[in-house]
């Protein structure tokens, strides 16, 4: 499975629990941050905590019309690596969009 970073910079290894690839590539969209939210019943708080942001950064990229480009890369990787260790993908492309990943 490969996630979307906006520059060529990884987060460091042990950071992650998914064994995941990175590469540079589109941008999340608000819509897909939310979306990816409500799949896991996660509350804002509960993002937060997990990707060791504060609630008011959440609402703000939630609160953002369409991509998040304007985010720092570091907040972004963050929050993917979040919904990665819990199962969240992001699809970009034609149609972007979240799922689950398959088990």
Same mark, same amino acid.
């Given at each position: 499975m490969?996630?979307?970073?906006?520059?060529?910079? !990884?987060?460091?290894?042990?950071?992650?629990?998914?064994?995941?690839?990175?590469?540079?590539?589109?941008?999340? !969209?608000?819509?897909?941050? &939310?979306?990816? &939210?409500?799949?896991?019943?996660?509350?804002?708080?509960?993002?937060?905590?997990?990707?060791?942001?504060?609630?008011?950064t959440?609402?703000?990229?939630e609160?953002?019309?369409?991509?998040?480009?304007? !985010?720092?890369?570091? !907040?972004?990787?963050?929050?993917?690596?979040?919904?990665?260790?819990?199962?969240?993908?992001?699809?970009?492309?034609?149609?972007?969009?979240? &799922?689950? &990943?398959?088990?």
């Amino acid at each position: 499975m490969k996630l979307h970073f906006l520059d060529n910079k !990884t987060p460091r290894e042990s950071q992650l629990k998914s064994g995941i690839n990175y590469t540079k590539s589109a941008n999340m !969209t608000s819509a897909q941050l &939310r979306a990816a &939210r409500a799949m896991l019943n996660w509350s804002q708080s509960e993002l937060a905590l997990r990707a060791d942001l504060s609630v008011e950064t959440i609402k703000r990229l939630e609160s953002m019309p369409d991509t998040l480009a304007a !985010t720092r890369v570091s !907040t972004l990787n963050a929050i993917i690596i979040a919904f990665a260790d819990a199962g969240v993908e992001f699809t970009n492309g034609d149609a972007p969009g979240v &799922r689950l &990943r398959k088990k």
